[in-house]
């Protein structure tokens, strides 16, 4: 369209100018015509060569969403698994909690119920005429050893002591030759020694040492006399009773704390050849 107007001016202007100045001026309108058109096509290459790098980075950009929103999904996804997971595994553990203090509140009424069957057999016992009633010895009518010793320990370590006492009387009165008879005696002294009757510690510990010197609380009745002893204030038997346990238990965990006893006293301790290592029981 602009070339057209361009060429009517020049025919116009040749129609109205001289005829030896038509070749000069059609020649200058020539070139500032080409001039023109070489602008404009340069003007428009610029602009479709911006016009594709703008395309190209709508493009890029629109990818790069696509990929964005993608990712974004795919993490929606996990996440949403995770929790799935997470609540399913937590339902688990929380069936598995109810399953276990089911089973527990299930032991404790079949102990209770046992119990009670003991209860009850101790009472028909008593109420049998003596003429008909046959020699039973204590044993029978006593809890299990077992029992009985596991009820005076779970009531030693509550800090029970008055119970527990009796528990271990009752067990030494009619088990007092069964293994855990020193174990027993030991636990016996040892509610003496917390409860500040050190010269009763004293005694009881003995019992430990003279009866039971297989047993494998030995050592530590050894220790807590003369823990006692210390407390009572003859540091030169409890010197004595340290050294003795360092010589027959060297390796023992008592040993060592005898060794720490000693050193704060200013005591020497002496040495001896390692004995057997013992299994201990609670």
């Given at each position: 369209?602009?070339?057209?107007?361009?060429?009517?001016?020049?025919?116009?202007v040749?129609?109205?100018?001289?005829?030896?100045?038509?070749?000069?001026?059609i020649?200058?309108?020539?070139t500032?015509?080409?001039?023109?058109?070489?602008?404009?096509?340069?003007?428009?290459?610029?602009?479709?060569?911006?016009?594709g790098?703008?395309?190209n980075?709508?493009?890029?950009?629109?990818?790069?969403?696509?990929?964005?929103?993608a990712?974004m999904?795919?993490?929606?996804?996990?996440?949403?698994?995770?929790?799935?997971?997470?609540?399913?595994?937590?339902?688990?553990?929380?069936?598995?909690?109810?399953?276990?203090?089911?089973?527990?509140?299930?032991?404790?009424?079949?102990?209770a119920?046992?119990?009670?069957?003991?209860?009850?057999?101790a009472?028909?016992?008593?109420?049998?005429?003596?003429?008909?009633?046959?020699?039973?010895?204590?044993?029978?009518?006593?809890?299990?050893?077992q029992?009985?010793?596991?009820?005076?320990?779970?009531?030693?370590?509550a800090?029970?002591?008055?119970?527990?006492s009796?528990?271990?009387?009752?067990?030494?009165?009619?088990?007092p030759?069964?293994?855990?008879?020193?174990?027993?005696?030991?636990?016996?002294?040892?509610?003496?020694?917390?409860?500040?009757?050190?010269?009763?510690?004293?005694?009881?510990?003995?019992?430990?040492?003279?009866?039971?010197?297989?047993g494998?609380?030995?050592?530590?009745?050894?220790?807590?006399?003369?823990?006692?002893?210390?407390?009572?204030?003859?540091k030169?038997?409890?010197?004595?009773?340290?050294?003795?346990?360092?010589?027959?238990?060297?390796?023992?965990?008592?040993?060592?704390?005898?060794?720490?006893?000693?050193?704060?006293?200013?005591?020497?301790?002496?040495?001896?050849?390692?004995?057997?290592?013992?299994?201990?029981?609670?």
């Open positions: 369209m602009k070339t057209r107007i361009l060429l009517l001016i020049a025919v116009f040749l129609g109205t100018t001289p005829s030896f100045a038509v070749s000069k001026e020649i200058q309108l020539q500032q015509v080409q001039a023109l058109q070489d602008q404009m096509a340069r003007m428009q290459q610029s602009f479709d060569e911006r016009m790098v703008m395309r980075l709508v493009e890029q950009n629109t990818d790069s969403m696509n990929k964005i929103l990712a999904g795919n993490l929606q996804q996990a996440l949403n698994q995770q929790h799935t997971d997470v609540t399913g595994h937590s339902d688990q553990l929380s069936g598995q909690i109810q399953a276990l203090n089911d089973s527990l509140d299930e032991l404790k009424g079949r102990l119920k046992v119990s009670t069957q003991i209860d009850q057999l009472q028909q016992q008593q109420n049998l005429p003596p003429a008909t009633a046959p020699a039973v010895a204590p044993q029978a009518q006593a809890p299990p050893p029992m009985l010793y596991d009820n005076g320990l779970r009531d030693y370590n800090g029970k002591y008055d119970l527990a009796s528990e271990f009387s009752d067990f030494l009165k009619y088990y030759t069964n293994d855990l008879a020193g174990n027993a005696q030991f636990y016996l002294a040892d509610i003496e020694y917390r409860g500040g009757n050190f010269q009763q510690a004293v005694q009881d510990y003995d019992k430990v040492l003279e009866q039971y010197p297989g494998n609380k030995a050592p530590a009745a050894q220790l807590k006399k003369g823990l006692s002893l210390i407390q009572l204030g003859d030169q038997a409890a010197t004595r009773e340290l050294q003795s346990l360092i010589q027959r238990y060297p390796r023992s965990i008592e040993a060592t704390t005898a060794r720490d006893q000693l050193r704060k006293m200013g005591a020497k301790s002496t040495t001896a050849k390692p004995s057997a290592a013992r299994k201990r029981q609670p």
